[in-house]
């Protein structure tokens, strides 16, 4: 792998050299372009529900509005007024997104765009891969969601786009809160869960701290099952005066429900005619592991013009989990078939390292942006026991007696070793080239080198050893027709290596995606940003997995085409209102492969989906100030299968909530009751099989607390 260092190593050493070539002096020159001043901590990149500015999609953060790509930001104030928990919760505001496969809910999987699943690589923190299954906790600050490929800038992902959490950094102004929440999951008993989230400078010496606590405890809201958490995440900043240096670490445990969910009756099309709160496994059904994380992150400024960002993060995820997993149904009598399996120890690895150089040069009189950067991501997991057990008999949705299926400690050697790494190394450059103070041009290209292992069994078999390498370009240009309005155009592409790790098949094809996105943009008055797009995205060898024989098998469709149109509105209407609206059009099709009937679509992409929600300022009442706010969530209906055997029925999820801002003895003091669900619909997210279809939470009242000190 010495071949894929090298291009991170030339591009890491071209960062260094470049800007004390290109003008380290002193003072710039009269003719050179001055950046705006780094903001360490002031200018937001959200106001209110308003997104402004984001680094997604050129490594220095820049308005949303000279962007020639579609960006969404889920701002901290819409992440607290709803509430959200989960990376479901925040993603439901940003159009063209829906649940997918999430592995019995113990996994973030999200189609964007019609593309994607768990495990895809395109869920990232802070701009880094991390192999933590669920992304989103309480060290969270805002989301940004890149739409389209985003291979330029992130590498192997998929043509639908990545999502980027962003968390909260050390702060140089002292903040301390303290969080409690009761849900009525838990019937106030095991309902509830604590934050602490601390910051501030230490002395006067420029180091600033942040140390986040988390602890979550709530009963599972169907019929057995406990959610636990815990999590810890210190961080420390250095602000020099042309340097900054952050440095953090995070370790949590997990315990959760594996719930494979419901099963739609091949008879009826329908779900079965059993409570959404009773489950067809047994109570071993869990998965408990750890995550831990740690990374470096260094800030440095050249000059007015040229700065410089690396950033390495570690991440490691292990887990166990036990199930007992419906494999076949028999609708005329109710009686399924059941298997118990399990996975011990399994263990994720992934280092990521990412060097980005940008700045401003006038070079023949036209003002370009720069960003040349070098990334190099290695990936390993090994799933060591893979246990099943024989099919069982005897258990009858409609008469369930649990605890007749013990768990299995049956290991299947040619089933176990599950091992695959994925190392890449890649250099990109790309330049944003002002032709006009109203017009630029975006040109850029990434050549992307990758190497791929993977196999199982005892004596182990090697299925995949791969290698190779891609140049990725990427073109655009965008026209401000007001300063606060532009239209824009982009061609993107994107490559990602498929992995046959759980079947020996060989090698599978890598996914090649093209898309081509037209589209508007424009910061309105009372501070509102409003987006429109258009999208064609072409995409050969998607993969895609199905369930055969309760074995989940990987493949890929030869080529599937995907078109769509979003709208996305946020910010404030009036003074006292502000909004949070999106909607997506998605026309999804397979148009040549040799299983898959063409026209088909693939599992769990709505061809209509979006979400309003409305907040209410009132102002002062009494000793505080009342806000509220109410909101719906659609998704129309859509294929549970890629056979599209069966179609998942669309829903609507109405939510709302109140908060009161007061004061406790001088400190700040918010009250907050959220209602998620509020007519308490049974609603499907998201199924791989009519076997294995999820079920939506149902009413749920969150009582929050958050007290500063």
């Given at each position: 792998?010495?071949?894929?260092?090298?291009?991170?190593?030339?591009?890491?050493?071209?960062?260094?050299?470049?800007?004390?070539?290109?003008?380290?002096?002193?003072?710039?020159?009269?003719?050179?372009?001055?950046?705006?001043?780094?903001?360490?901590?002031?200018?937001?990149?959200?106001?209110?529900?308003?997104p402004?500015?984001?680094?997604?999609a050129?490594?220095?953060?820049?308005?949303?509005?000279d962007?020639?790509?579609s960006?969404?930001?889920?701002?901290?104030?819409?992440?607290?007024?709803?509430?959200?928990?989960?990376?479901?919760?925040a993603?439901?505001?940003?159009?063209?997104v829906?649940?997918?496969?999430?592995?019995?809910?113990?996994?973030?999987?999200?189609?964007?765009?019609g593309?994607?699943?768990?495990?895809?690589?395109?869920?990232?923190?802070?701009?880094?891969?991390?192999?933590?299954?669920?992304?989103?906790?309480?060290?969270?600050?805002?989301?940004?969601?890149?739409?389209?490929?985003?291979?330029?800038l992130f590498?192997?992902?998929?043509?639908?786009g990545?999502?980027?959490?962003?968390?909260?950094?050390?702060?140089?102004?002292?903040?301390n809160?303290?969080?409690?929440?009761?849900?009525?999951?838990?019937?106030?008993?095991?309902?509830g869960?604590?934050?602490?989230?601390?910051?501030?400078?230490i002395?006067?010496?420029?180091?600033?701290?942040?140390?986040?606590?988390?602890?979550?405890?709530?009963?599972?809201?169907?019929?057995?099952?406990?959610?636990?958490?815990?999590?810890?995440?210190?961080?420390?900043?250095?602000?020099?005066?042309?340097?900054?240096?952050?440095?953090?670490?995070?370790?949590?445990?997990?315990?959760?429900?594996?719930?494979?969910?419901?099963i739609?009756?091949?008879?009826?099309?329908?779900?079965?005619?059993?409570?959404?709160?009773?489950?067809?496994?047994?109570?071993?059904?869990?998965?408990?592991?750890?995550?831990?994380?740690?990374?470096?992150?260094?800030?440095?400024?050249?000059n007015?013009?040229?700065?410089?960002k690396?950033?390495?993060?570690?991440?490691?995820?292990?887990?166990?989990?036990?199930?007992?997993?419906?494999?076949?149904?028999?609708?005329?009598?109710?009686?399924?078939?059941?298997?118990?399996?399990a996975?011990?120890?399994?263990?994720?690895?992934?280092?990521?390292?990412?060097?980005?150089?940008?700045?401003?040069?006038?070079?023949?009189?036209?003002t370009?942006?720069?960003?040349?950067?070098?990334s190099?991501?290695?990936?390993?997991?090994?799933?060591?026991?893979?246990?099943?057990?024989?099919?069982?008999?005897?258990?009858?949705?409609?008469?369930p007696?649990?605890?007749?299926?013990?768990?299995?400690?049956?290991?299947?050697?040619?089933?176990?070793?599950?091992?695959e790494?994925?190392?890449?190394a890649?250099?990109?450059?790309?330049?944003?080239?002002?032709?006009t103070?109203?017009?630029?041009?975006?040109?850029?290209?990434?050549?992307?080198?990758?190497?791929?292992?993977?196999?199982?069994?005892?004596?182990?078999?090697?299925?995949?050893?791969?290698?190779?390498?891609?140049?990725?370009?990427?073109?655009?240009?965008?026209?401000?027709?007001?300063?606060?309005?532009?239209?824009?155009?982009?061609?993107t592409?994107?490559?990602?290596?498929?992995?046959?790790?759980?079947?020996?098949?060989?090698?599978?094809?890598?996914?090649?995606?093209?898309?081509?996105?037209?589209?508007?943009?424009?910061?309105?008055?009372?501070?509102?940003t409003?987006?429109?797009?258009?999208?064609?995205?072409?995409?050969?060898?998607?993969?895609?997995?199905?369930?055969?024989?309760?074995?989940?098998?990987?493949?890929?469709?030869?080529?599937?085409?995907?078109?769509?149109?979003?709208?996305?509105l946020?910010?404030?209407?009036?003074?006292?209102?502000?909004?949070?609206?999106?909607?997506?059009?998605?026309?999804?099709?397979?148009?040549?492969?040799?299983?898959l009937?063409?026209?088909?679509?693939?599992?769990?992409?709505?061809?209509?989906?979006?979400?309003?929600?409305?907040?209410?300022?009132?102002?002062?009442?009494?000793?505080?100030?009342?806000?509220?706010?109410?909101?719906?969530?659609?998704?129309?209906?859509?294929?549970?299968?890629?056979a599209?055997?069966?179609?998942l029925?669309?829903y609507t999820?109405?939510d709302?909530?109140v908060?009161?801002?007061?004061r406790?003895?001088?400190?700040?003091l918010?009250?907050?009751?959220?209602?998620?669900?509020?007519?308490?619909?049974?609603?499907?997210?998201?199924?791989?099989?009519?076997?294995?279809?999820?079920v939506?939470?149902?009413?749920?009242?969150?009582?929050?607390?958050?007290?500063?000190f």
């Open positions: 792998m010495t071949s894929l260092r090298r291009p991170l190593l030339a591009m890491t050493s071209l960062a260094c050299a470049w800007p004390l070539a290109a003008g380290a002096q002193t003072q710039a020159p009269a003719d050179t372009v001055v950046l705006d001043e780094i903001r360490v901590q002031g200018e937001s990149a959200t106001r209110g529900y308003q402004l500015r984001s680094s997604v050129g490594g220095a953060e820049k308005p949303l509005v962007i020639p790509q960006v969404t930001v889920v701002s901290p104030q819409v992440l607290r007024d709803q509430a959200a928990r989960s990376l479901d919760d993603l439901a505001n940003v159009a063209g829906v649940q997918a496969n999430t592995l019995g809910g113990t996994q973030d999987a999200f189609a964007k765009r593309f994607g699943d768990n495990r895809d690589g395109s869920i990232m923190r802070d701009g880094l891969r991390v192999a933590a299954p669920r992304a989103f906790d309480a060290t969270a600050e805002r989301v940004e969601v890149l739409k389209g490929p985003a291979t330029l590498g192997i992902v998929d043509p639908g990545m999502v980027n959490i962003v968390t909260k950094k050390p702060e140089l102004t002292a903040r809160t303290i969080e409690t929440r009761m849900s009525s999951f838990g019937g106030g008993k095991n309902g869960g604590t934050t602490i989230d601390m910051t501030g400078p002395g006067q010496s420029g180091f600033a701290y942040r140390l986040i606590g988390d602890v979550q405890t709530s009963d599972y809201w169907r019929e057995y099952g406990m959610n636990r958490t815990r999590m810890l995440a210190p961080s420390l900043t250095y602000f020099g005066p042309d340097t900054t240096i952050r440095v953090y670490a995070q370790y949590s445990q997990y315990k959760v429900p594996f719930d494979r969910g419901t739609f009756d091949p008879a009826t099309g329908r779900a079965v005619r059993v409570s959404s709160r009773h489950r067809f496994d047994e109570r071993y059904n869990v998965t408990e592991g750890e995550n831990q994380l740690a990374g470096i992150e260094f800030d440095h400024r050249f007015a013009n040229w700065s410089l690396a950033h390495y993060a570690y991440s490691h995820n292990w887990y166990n989990d036990n199930q007992a997993r419906v494999i076949a149904y028999n609708s005329a009598t109710g009686a399924v078939t059941r298997r118990a399996d996975t011990q120890d399994s263990n994720l690895d992934v280092h990521a390292l990412r060097v980005d150089l940008t700045g401003r040069e006038k070079l023949f009189g036209f370009n942006e720069f960003l040349i950067g070098a190099y991501d290695y990936s390993k997991v090994i799933r060591t026991d893979l246990i099943r057990s024989a099919n069982a008999t005897g258990f009858n949705i409609y008469r007696v649990h605890g007749r299926l013990a768990a299995s400690r049956n290991v299947v050697a040619s089933d176990s070793d599950q091992t790494r994925l190392e890449t890649s250099a990109y450059i790309q330049d944003t080239l002002w032709l103070d109203q017009l630029s041009l975006v040109g850029g290209a990434r050549i992307q080198a990758f190497d791929q292992y993977a196999g199982r069994g005892r004596p182990f078999s090697v299925n995949t050893d791969i290698s190779g390498n891609k140049v990725i370009p990427r073109a655009g240009i965008l026209y401000k027709l007001t300063p606060a309005v532009s239209v824009y155009a982009s061609y592409e994107s490559f990602k290596p498929n992995s046959s790790i759980s079947q020996a098949i060989g090698a599978l094809p890598p996914e090649e995606g093209k898309s081509y996105e037209v589209g508007a943009k424009a910061e309105l008055p009372f501070g509102l409003a987006t429109a797009a258009i999208f064609d995205i072409d995409k050969r060898n998607v993969l895609y997995t199905e369930t055969v024989g309760g074995t989940t098998i990987a493949r890929t469709a030869g080529r599937v085409r995907s078109r769509g149109a979003e709208f996305e946020a910010g404030n209407l009036t003074e006292q209102l502000s909004i949070a609206a999106n909607y997506a059009y998605t026309d999804l099709k397979v148009s040549d492969d040799p299983t009937a063409p026209g088909s679509s693939l599992p769990n992409v709505a061809r209509n989906s979006g979400a309003l929600f409305l907040t209410y300022d009132f102002g002062q009442l009494g000793p505080g100030r009342l806000r509220a706010g109410a909101g719906a969530r659609y998704v129309g209906r859509r294929p549970g299968d890629a599209n055997s069966f179609y029925p669309e999820v109405a709302l909530f908060s009161y801002e007061t406790l003895n001088g400190h700040p918010d009250l907050q009751l959220n209602v998620k669900n509020l007519f308490d619909k049974v609603y499907y997210p998201s199924a791989v099989n009519n076997l294995n279809v999820a939506g939470e149902p009413f749920q009242a969150l009582l929050t607390a958050r007290l500063g």
